[in-house]
C-alpha cells in the first residue's frame, strides 16, 4: 500500500477499535435492565428509585467521559465509578452483594478504566452465579516501587488455562491488560480456583512513563 | 441564608428548589422560571446563592450570571446543566461551582459547603449564614466514650462485621489522633502474646471491617494511614472526649462540664490508664 492508503488504513483501524470500545461501554443489557428495576422503583420506593437515577446518570457519565481520556486519573476516582456500578448491581440483584475496602494508599494514579471491569468480572462471572451471592474485597498496598491493587471475589472461579470466550467481558479485561501494561513496570496476575473464587492483582508503578 | 433558583422548565425549577430546602430547611429558597424576575429579585435582595441552569431558551444561564454578578460582584453562582461543555465558561465567571444533572442533595450541600465567596463578618446576616452552613454536613460522625463506647453514624450505631472491630476503633480514639502500629492494637486486643501469628489474619479481617465500615458511608477520611500504622484523624468526627480534653485546657481556671469519669470506655480494661490520668487531672485542677 503507499503512504496515504496506509494512512487511511489506520485511520479505520483506530476508528473502528474506537467504536468497538464505545459499544462496550454502552453495555445496553445493563443499562435496560437497570431501567426496569427503577421503573418498578418508582412505585414501591420511590426514594430508591431517585438514588437509582442519580447513581445510574453518574454511572453512564462516568463510562462516556472515560471513552475520552487518555493517560491516568486518580484512583478516587475510579473507586467512585466502581461504587456507582455497585449500587446499581446491588439494586437487582437480590443475593447479596457485599463489597469490602481494605486500601493502605489511595493517593495514586491508575489508567482510565482499569478498576471497574475487574470489579464487573468478578460480580458478573465470580458472584452472580452463586446462589446466596457473595463477597468483592478491593485491597491496595504500598510497595516500594509501586501499589498492589488487588480485587478478589468468592465466585465461582474458572480455569485460567481454558481459552477465552471472545465475549464482552473479555473486551473489557484484555483492554485492561492493554492499558495496564503500557506503563513501565506495570502488570497484571490473574489467579483463579474453581469453587473457590478469583484474584485479580494489578502491579501500579510508582514512575509512570507512558 | 437566601437562595435563588432559575431554570425554565418548571419541573426542574419546583425539583430543584425542593432539593435545595431539603438540604438548608431554614434557608429562604426562590425559585424562578424567568429569567428576569430571577435577575429582578436578585438585584433588590442580594441572595448568597443562585443555582442557574445553563441552557434556558430565552437567555442563557452564563448570561444571567454576568448580569447577576454586576450587581453583587459576591453572589455565589452554582451551575445546573445536563452537559459538560460549559466548564470553562463557568470558570471565566468565577462561578462558585458546577452541578450535572440530575440535581441531588448530595450535589447540592458538596457545594454548599464549599462556597466561593464567604460571607463577610460585617454583614448583619453573617451569624444566621454561617449557622445555615454549619448545620449541614455530609455523613456526621460522632463517638461517645463517656458510658457504653460507641460510634454514631447519622445518630444510628455503627455496625460492624466483628464485635472487637469497635475495640479496635476505641483504642485508636483513646490515643487521640496518634498512630498506632499493627503490632500494638494485637497487643491490646489480644493479651496473650504468644499467639500473635494467629492473630495477624483476624487482625487484617478486622482492620478491613472498620474500613469497609467508613467507606461505605464515603467517610474513610475518618483513618488516617500511614508508614503501616493507623490512626483517627480527631477533627474528622466529633467526640466527647476530645471536647472534654478541649474544654479543659481553654478554662485552666473555671469549672467545666464533668462527665463522668469513671465511664470512660467502660467495656475496655485496657481503659483504666486513661481513666487514671483523667481522675489525676481532676485531682490537680481542684
Not at chain 1, 494512512?7 to 453495555?27: C, D, F, G, P, Y
Not at chain 2, 419541573?11 to 430571577?38: H, I, N, Q, W, Y
Not at chain 2, 453572589?75 to 462561578?95: C, E, K, R, V, W
Amino acid at each position: 500500500m503507499d503512504q496515504t492508503a496506509q494512512m487511511t488504513e489506520q485511520e479505520r483501524k483506530i476508528s473502528e477499535m474506537k467504536t468497538r470500545l464505545m459499544l462496550s461501554q454502552m453495555q445496553p443489557h445493563f443499562l435496560y435492565n437497570c431501567l426496569n428495576s427503577i421503573y418498578y422503583l418508582c412505585g414501591s420506593d420511590p426514594e430508591k428509585a431517585q438514588q437509582a437515577v442519580a447513581d445510574f446518570s453518574d454511572y453512564l457519565r462516568a463510562n462516556m467521559d472515560s471513552l475520552g481520556k487518555e493517560g491516568l486519573v486518580p484512583f478516587r476516582e475510579e473507586l467512585t465509578h466502581v461504587k456507582k456500578y455497585i449500587a446499581l448491581e446491588k439494586m437487582r440483584f437480590e443475593r447479596g452483594l457485599q463489597v469490602k475496602y481494605d486500601l493502605e494508599s489511595d493517593d495514586f494514579e491508575i489508567p482510565v478504566l482499569t478498576l471497574q471491569p475487574i470489579v464487573e468480572n468478578a460480580v458478573k462471572h465470580g458472584i452472580e452465579k452463586r446462589p446466596n451471592g457473595g463477597t468483592v474485597t478491593i485491597t491496595t498496598e504500598e510497595q516500594d516501587d509501586g501499589i498492589l491493587l488487588t480485587v478478589q471475589d468468592d465466585g465461582v472461579g474458572f480455569d485460567v488455562n481454558a481459552p477465552y470466550p471472545a465475549n464482552r467481558t473479555h473486551i473489557g479485561i484484555r483492554g485492561v491488560r492493554e492499558r495496564i501494561e503500557r506503563l513501565e513496570g506495570g502488570q497484571m496476575f490473574i489467579e483463579s480456583q474453581i469453587g473457590i473464587g478469583t484474584t485479580v492483582v494489578l502491579k501500579i508503578p510508582l514512575k509512570r512513563l507512558i | 441564608m437566601d437562595i435563588i433558583v432559575c431554570d425554565d422548565e418548571k419541573l426542574a425549577e419546583e425539583g430543584l428548589v425542593s432539593t435545595v430546602r431539603g438540604v438548608m430547611p431554614e434557608a429562604k429558597v426562590l425559585g424562578f422560571t424567568l429569567p428576569a424576575d430571577a435577575l429582578n429579585y436578585a438585584e433588590k435582595n442580594k441572595p448568597e446563592v443562585a443555582f442557574l441552569d445553563i441552557n434556558m431558551r430565552e437567555i442563557n444561564g452564563l448570561v444571567l450570571a454576568e448580569r447577576m454578578k454586576e450587581m453583587n460582584p459576591r453572589i455565589n453562582i452554582i451551575f445546573t446543566t445536563g452537559y459538560s461543555a460549559y466548564t470553562s465558561q463557568a470558570m471565566d465567571i468565577h462561578a462558585s461551582g458546577y452541578i450535572m444533572k440530575p440535581v441531588t442533595e448530595d450535589k447540592v450541600r458538596r457545594e454548599l459547603m464549599d462556597l466561593r465567596y464567604q460571607i463577610s463578618s460585617e454583614d448583619p446576616k453573617s451569624d444566621s449564614v454561617k449557622k445555615d452552613i454549619n448545620r449541614i454536613s455530609g455523613h456526621e460522625i460522632w463517638v461517645r466514650t463517656f458510658g457504653n463506647f460507641e460510634i454514631f453514624i447519622d445518630g444510628e450505631p455503627a455496625q460492624f462485621q466483628y464485635s472487637k472491630t469497635k475495640e479496635f476503633f476505641a483504642y485508636l480514639v483513646d490515643r487521640r489522633g496518634a498512630l498506632v502500629s499493627n503490632e500494638e492494637i494485637m497487643d491490646v486486643l489480644w493479651e496473650d502474646r504468644d499467639t500473635q501469628t494467629s492473630h495477624l489474619s483476624y487482625f487484617k479481617n478486622l482492620r478491613t471491617d472498620l474500613f469497609t465500615a467508613f467507606e461505605s458511608v464515603d467517610r474513610a477520611d475518618v483513618l488516617i494511614r500511614q508508614r503501616g500504622k493507623i490512626g483517627v484523624r480527631k477533627d474528622a468526627f466529633g467526640c466527647d472526649y476530645f471536647d472534654y480534653l478541649e474544654s479543659l485546657s481553654k478554662n485552666p481556671d473555671r469549672p467545666v462540664h464533668l462527665p463522668l469519669i469513671a465511664d470512660y470506655m467502660s467495656q475496655y480494661s485496657w481503659a483504666e490508664l486513661t481513666r487514671g490520668s483523667l481522675q489525676n487531672m481532676l485531682y490537680y485542677r481542684a
